[in-house]
């Protein structure tokens, strides 16, 4: 008799499928993730690539970061650093320097031993930190719209997503709403920034208020600041600096945007003792370590001087004027953003009404690929007819673009 046979023969293995009546019926997918497919810019980068379209979708630049920077990832391979498993919590070098950096930017005191964690991008950060500090039926009151794996990390923690939802033209956030929406079964606050896709910076009041509100409803904060140097007007305020909110607040960054190697996927969290091991018990599960050599290169990224942060702040505003101005004359609303890699449009002047079909339809009509907004929202029709943009690419590219999109002006 065969070992399927075998298996087969007795009804009551637990190898048996016969005895489950719903087997058969029941897709292979946890039905947590039932509403997540293949993201959009999975979608739009295959459009992208099959028709020859400029790619303005995917929040990646189109050149590498500093060539010393490069060169330190190199000298550590070369000299065995990191080619085996780092230690869990990152690399010393790199702990001292995340510390090192908050402090020189923002005069937030963390002990590189004790609080700080290196992740896998800033990605698994925030899937980690989710995964740690949510129960099954917790409420998360998320700033909409939202990075997409926002929505995702929250459904896999079993939780509820509670969007707040910022609105054009401003994208301001409502402290009356967000109040309101606070109930007893709200956990957490996530919030994000400078902000992707809509590019608000949260001001120092409305950090304020967020700050009040979490401290008198005891409510956990975890902040995405991806795009902490990525600031055009006004600067960036870490929650965590403020009254009250240390003791709460799982602070996330990441190297890749910054320094423009996203592919090397080195980020971190910030917090207290007890706040970092809840996230590392977490993190060990999903990745335990990564970017070992990546993780020695970026120690010295984060050392590197004011005039480089500056000098790739300026860079990038360059190059959102030039975007910016080139949508506005083809006919889109824009939104300028004080912050982040995106700029979001409005298509309505264009006499377009679904911002997905638009997407869909624009490598035909013009060769140039963007994302539909409706995809980060849970509200579709607050964002159906947005648009966002990434101007992080090269200036040659963008005025290429423009070009290409004042073909809807004519």
């Known amino acids: 008799m065969s070992a399927p046979e075998r298996r087969n023969s007795n009804p009551g293995t637990p190898g048996n499928r016969t005895d489950r009546t719903d087997a058969a019926d029941r897709p292979f997918l946890n039905r947590r993730l039932a509403a997540f497919g293949t993201t959009i810019f999975a979608e739009m ?3 992208a690539t099959a028709t020859g379209s400029i790619n303005l979708g995917q929040g990646f630049p189109d050149t590498d970061g500093p060539a010393e920077i490069a060169e330190a990832a190199v000298r550590a391979i070369r000299d065995g650093r990191g080619n085996q498993y780092p230690p ?10 995340i510390a090192a950096h908050q402090q020189r ?5 963390y002990d590189p031993d004790t609080e700080v964690l290196v992740t896998a991008g800033a990605t698994e950060a925030i899937a980690a ?40 033209p401003d994208f301001r956030l409502d402290v009356d709403a967000l109040r309101a929406a606070v109930t007893p079964r709200t956990r957490l606050l996530l919030l994000n920034t400078p ?11 409305e950090l304020a208020a967020i700050a009040e509100l979490a401290v008198s409803r005891d409510l956990l904060v975890i902040t995405d600041e991806v795009y902490e140097h990525l600031v055009f007007e006004g600067s960036h305020t870490p929650l965590a600096g403020l009254p009250g909110m240390r003791d709460r607040t799982v602070t996330i960054s990441s190297s890749g945007k910054t320094f423009s190697f996203t592919g090397w996927k080195v980020g971190w969290v910030t917090g ?12 060990q599960f999903l990745t335990y370590v990564s970017s070992g050599p990546f993780q020695y290169a970026i120690a010295e990224a984060l050392a590197l001087p004011d005039a480089y942060y500056e000098g790739f702040r300026a860079d990038l505003a360059a190059k959102r004027d030039l975007l910016a101005d080139g949508l506005a004359a083809a006919g889109f609303e824009v939104f300028r953003p004080q912050g982040t890699y995106f700029i979001t449009t409005d ?3 264009l006499g ?3 911002g997905l079909a638009f997407c869909r339809a624009l490598p035909e009509r013009c060769g140039v690929v963007a994302i539909p907004n409706q995809v980060f929202y849970d509200d579709k029709s607050a964002g159906a007819t947005q648009v966002r943009w990434a101007f992080c690419k090269r200036k040659a590219v963008l005025q290429e673009a423009v070009d290409r999109l004042g073909r809807l002006a004519r």
């Open 45 to 47: 980068s295959a459009l």
């Open 352 to 354: 377009e009404r679904d």
């Open 105 to 109: 930017f923002y005069g937030l005191s």
């Open 129 to 168: 930190a989710l995964l740690a500090l949510l129960e099954p039926g917790d409420e998360v009151i998320a700033l909409e719209p939202f990075y997409d794996s926002y929505a995702a990390c929250i459904a896999m923690a079993g939780a509820v997503r509670v969007p707040l939802t910022l609105r054009a």
């Open 88 to 97: 869990g919590p990152g690399v010393p070098e790199l702990r001292h320097a």
């Open 195 to 205: 902000h992707n896709p809509t590019g608000t910076v949260l001001t120092p009041a």
């Open 347 to 349: 298509i309505t002047p």
């Open 272 to 283: 207290t003792p007890e706040l970092v091991t809840a996230v590392r018990s977490a993190k």
